[in-house]
């Protein structure tokens, strides 16, 4: 009696298309946009960090801290499509949940600039901070009109 055995290997080759980097949506509108917002946002917040004689405690604290909180949630969502994570956590609806982050910090971050830049009185690392704040939140605003498509604009029916 004769026996047949059949050995099959199986080997996982990744496509440069499918590696676990995406460089590629650093050239895209949207990863440019979160540069730009990091960018601003971290300017902004070492302006108002570095600078000397606070005029008004309160207000630059909480420009701060918004700056800041926004500087690290924006990181979060630019290391999350660089690295493509969404795919690995799909119970979350993850334009829905960009869309309302740029919501809310694009309204937060503007009022911060409104009240910074009214109580800077006259010093120039204040200014420079709720000016880039004001850059931020530009930023902000055209990502959110983009993404608005992707969240909460019309469906195609499958």
Same mark, same amino acid.
């Given at each position: *009696?004769?026996?047949?055995?059949? =050995?099959?290997?199986?080997?996982?080759? @990744?496509?440069? !298309?499918?590696?676990?980097?995406?460089? !590629?949506? =650093? @050239?895209?509108?949207?990863?440019?946009?979160?540069? &730009?917002?990091?960018?601003?946002?971290?300017?902004?917040?070492?302006?108002? @960090?570095?600078?000397? !004689?606070?005029?008004?405690?309160?207000?630059?604290?909480?420009?701060?801290?918004?700056?800041?909180?926004?500087?690290?949630?924006?990181?979060?969502?630019?290391? *999350?499509?660089?690295? @493509?994570?969404?795919?690995? *956590?799909?119970?979350?609806?993850? $334009?829905?949940?960009?869309?309302?982050?740029?919501?809310?910090?694009?309204?937060?971050?503007?009022?911060?600039?409104?009240?910074?830049?009214?109580?800077?009185?006259?010093?120039?690392?204040?200014?420079? &901070?709720?000016?880039?704040?004001?850059?931020?939140?530009?930023?902000?605003?055209?990502?959110?009109?983009?993404?608005?498509?992707?969240?909460? &604009? $019309?469906?195609?029916?499958?």
């Amino acid at each position: *009696m004769s026996h047949t055995v059949i =050995t099959t290997t199986t080997t996982m080759t @990744r496509t440069s !298309g499918e590696s676990g980097l995406n460089l !590629g949506y =650093t @050239r895209t509108i949207p990863g440019l946009l979160k540069i &730009g917002q990091l960018i601003s946002l971290l300017i902004a917040f070492l302006c108002v @960090r570095c600078a000397r !004689g606070w005029p008004s405690w309160p207000t630059f604290q909480y420009f701060e801290v918004v700056t800041l909180w926004f500087f690290v949630a924006f990181l979060i969502f630019f290391l *999350m499509h660089l690295f @493509r994570l969404q795919a690995k *956590m799909p119970c979350i609806n993850w $334009p829905l949940t960009e869309f309302f982050h740029y919501s809310v910090g694009c309204v937060l971050i503007l009022i911060a600039s409104i009240v910074a830049s009214v109580k800077s009185s006259g010093v120039s690392a204040l200014v420079a &901070g709720s000016v880039f704040g004001f850059i931020a939140t530009f930023l902000m605003a055209v990502n959110l009109w983009t993404s608005y498509s992707v969240a909460c &604009g $019309p469906q195609s029916a499958v």
